[in-house]
T-cell receptor, first 114, second 113 residues
Framework: EAGVAQSPRYKIIEKRQSVAFWCNPI?????LYWYQQILGQGPKLLIQ????????DSQLPKDRFSAERLKGVDSTLKIQPAKLEDSAVYLC????????????FGPGTRLTVT | GNSVTQMEGPVTLSEEAFLTINCTYT??????LFWYVQYPGEGLQLLLK?????DKGSNKGFEATYRKETTSFHLEKGSVQVSDSAVYFC????????????FGQGTELSVKP
């Protein structure tokens, strides 16, 4: 079974530019998560989808971050405009069901904002 | 709110040494507890989990016991190998929290030959 795919793996942008990250979860997984991992910290949940609906986006900075999962499969996370403090690894994870305890993580996208 | 605290790293051990990484948590109700591992350049992988008090999770020689009385979930391994060098994250999933994982800050382990 293929794992969670993410692209790009690395991205360097200047502040105030925009950027988008893509995630394709494991086939058949209904729940998709985006986490932000700042260097030296644990991952922090940004947004959680169940199929194409948002379950939790309470920690998503909605003035600059947006995410969608239009067909309930792959997902895009966008930052516009980026700030220096957005430099982090953005992790996508998926699970079969909403309350499934095991989440499968992708390799992440490392974003550097200069 | 729910939170997880891990011992700070980096932890440096010689091969075959005994490993303990401390993890304590704060949560209401009965959370599930996890250890994830992140090898260099890779994504997070679930190492082990425990879903109720006194459960022991184990995998690849690692163990952790869910201690509700001390709100702890310490990770242990009797004999570490160089290949165990990685960052280890303790995490919890709150009861009725819809799958949201809350992570500790991570502990880097470096094992020397």
């Amino acid at each position: 079974e293929a794992g969670v795919a993410q692209s790009p793996r690395y991205k360097i942008i200047e502040k105030r530019q925009s950027v988008a990250f893509w995630c394709n979860p494991i086939s058949g997984h209904a729940t998709l998560y985006w986490y932000q991992q700042i260097l030296g910290q644990g991952p922090k949940l940004l947004i959680q989808f169940q199929n194409n609906g948002v379950v939790d986006d309470s920690q998503l900075p909605k003035d600059r971050f947006s995410a969608e999962r239009l067909k309930g499969v792959d997902s895009t996370l966008k930052i516009q405009p980026a700030k220096l403090e957005d430099s982090a690894v953005y992790l996508c994870a998926s699970s079969r069901l909403l309350l499934e305890r095991e989440q499968y993580f992708g390799p992440g996208t490392r974003l550097t904002v200069t | 709110g729910n939170s997880v605290t891990q011992m700070e790293g980096p932890v440096t051990l010689s091969e075959e040494a005994f490993l303990t990484i401390n993890c304590t948590y704060t949560a209401t109700g009965y959370p599930s507890l996890f250890w994830y591992v992140q090898y260099p350049g890779e994504g997070l992988q679930l190492l082990l989990k425990a879903t109720k008090a006194d459960d022991k999770g184990s995998n690849k020689g690692f163990e952790a016991t869910y201690r509700k009385e001390t709100t702890s979930f310490h990770l242990e391994k009797g004999s570490v190998q160089v290949s165990d060098s990685a960052v280890y994250f303790c995490a919890l999933m709150g009861y009725n929290q819809g799958g949201k994982l809350i992570f500790g800050q991570g502990t880097e382990l470096s094992v020397k030959p």
